[in-house]
Structures are given as structure tokens and as C-alpha cells.
């Protein structure tokens, strides 16, 4: 049985697909609670899937549909929430936090070595790690908030390219295919880590604020939505 907390927030999902401009039948609706019946609610990357196969109709809406599913239905990270953070023991909080400032240079030892390895889950926790020791910032007296270009700015990852072509090649000619593909493997592995920032940073502003107030600016209009004639 569907709980009515899942309800809702499916209910609230598909106004914000529709807000981004998916068109979403009430019978594609329907179909997508009787789907949530026969998949385990308890795999997110299920959820995700049925959702995906009974409103999805174009490939290239999946980012949109994916981001918001982000927002509104948010991976378990095991950190404590907020509130936990603002009723906890002095003393107690997310990871990295502390009396001193983080050791940037650290962490971008460690980025590199994420990179040269690709392990995606290894480095979606790091991200986790990284937005909790430079990406929070206070924006007003007794309200903090979160932003992803203080992290990217404080790791900077396109620098590391050189590094990385470096240990990548290990003693190969320069200027070659391996030069080629090594340089789009890494694009490709920094293009990732920043989107996963990038989605840990709305993970924890829609858990302050609600999924709602970041619906309409987290996804870029969709190709029809744009008047090219402009």
C-alpha cells in the first residue's frame, strides 16, 4: 500500500513537471501510482524508473524530470538534517566541520585521486563532504544557506587537468589519441562532479526550504518553450 506521505509528494512532482513544461495526462497520473504497486519503494532508482517509463515522452525532457525527482524525492545521504544540526550538542555536526578552516589543499589532493579513479559513488560522497566543509555561507545574521560556486571555486577542478593528463598518460607521447581520449575522460569526470555538487547543493536547500521554492529554477526551459524567433 502507497502511504499518503508518498502521495503527496508524488502529487507535488508532477505540478512541478508540468510547471516545467511536461505535458502529463491524468491517466498517465493514474498510471504512474499504479506502477509505484509493483516496484520496492524502498529502491529510489525503482521509484525513479517507473516514474520515468509512464510520463517520460521525450529523451530530451529527462534532465528536467530527473532533477526534479532529485528535489523531491532526495537520496538518504546519513547526514543529519538541519534541524538535528541546530538541536545537537555543542560541538556536533556534518562532517569537516570545526574550529578551523578546511584544508582546501587536501581536498583537492583528494579530488584528484577521485578523478583518476571514476568511482562515481566515491566521489557523490565526497561531494556530500565537500558542500558541507566549503559550500555553506551565511547570508543573513542566524540564517545560513548553501551555494555550489563556493565549493567549485574553493577546489577549482579544471585546474587539475595538467596533473591528471600526467598521471593518466604515464610516460605515453603527448599529442596523440591517448592525449585525446585521457583529456575527454577527465572533462567528463569533472563535468560529473560538478553536477553532483551542484545536486547536493538543492538537496539541502529543498530540505531548508522545500522542494517548491527551488522547482522553478532548477531545471533550464524546455527546447519548445523557447521562442527562437526572438
Known amino acids: 500500500m502507497v502511504s499518503g506521505g508518498l502521495i503527496d509528494r508524488e502529487i507535488g512532482f508532477f505540478h512541478a513537471l508540468r510547471d516545467a513544461g511536461l505535458n502529463i495526462s491524468l491517466a498517465e497520473v493514474l498510471d504512474a501510482t499504479r506502477a509505484l504497486g509493483v516496484v520496492d ?3 529510489r532508482e525503482h521509484l525513479r524508473a517507473a516514474y520515468a517509463a509512464t510520463v ?3 529523451p530530451a525532457h529527462r534532465p528536467a524530470f530527473d532533477t526534479l525527482f532529485d528535489l ?3 537520496p538518504v545521504s546519513g547526514e543529519p538534517s538541519r534541524n538535528e544540526l541546530e538541536q545537537g550538542e555543542p560541538g556536533e555536526g556534518e562532517e569537516g566541520d570545526g574550529d578551523g578552516p578546511p584544508d582546501t589543499a587536501a581536498l583537492r589532493e583528494r579530488l584528484k585521486e577521485l578523478l583518476l579513479d571514476g ?3 566515491a566521489m557523490r560522497r565526497f561531494a ?3 558542500v ?11 540564517r545560513q544557506s548553501w551555494f555550489s560556486y563556493r565549493v567549485l571555486r574553493g577546489l577549482s577542478p579544471e585546474t587539475l587537468m595538467a596533473s591528471l593528463l600526467e598521471a593518466l598518460l604515464s610516460g605515453q607521447q603527448r599529442g596523440g589519441m591517448a592525449e585525446k581520449v585521457a583529456r575527454q575522460t577527465i572533462t567528463e569526470r569533472v563535468r560529473q562532479f560538478q553536477e553532483m555538487v551542484e545536486s547536493e547543493v538543492r538537496r539541502r536547500l529543498a ?3 522545500g522542494p517548491e521554492a527551488l522547482a522553478k529554477t532548477a531545471v533550464q526551459p524546455l527546447a ?3 521562442d527562437f524567433l526572438r
Open 207 to 209: 530540505e531548508d526550504r
Open 224 to 226: 519548445e518553450q523557447v
Open 41 to 43: 519503494l524502498l529502491e
Open 119 to 121: 568511482d562515481e559513488e
Open 132 to 142: 558541507s566543509e566549503l559550500g555553506r555561507a551565511d547570508t543573513q545574521p542566524g
Open 72 to 74: 523531491w524525492f532526495p
Open 128 to 130: 556530500r563532504q565537500t
Open 56 to 58: 517520460l515522452k521525450r
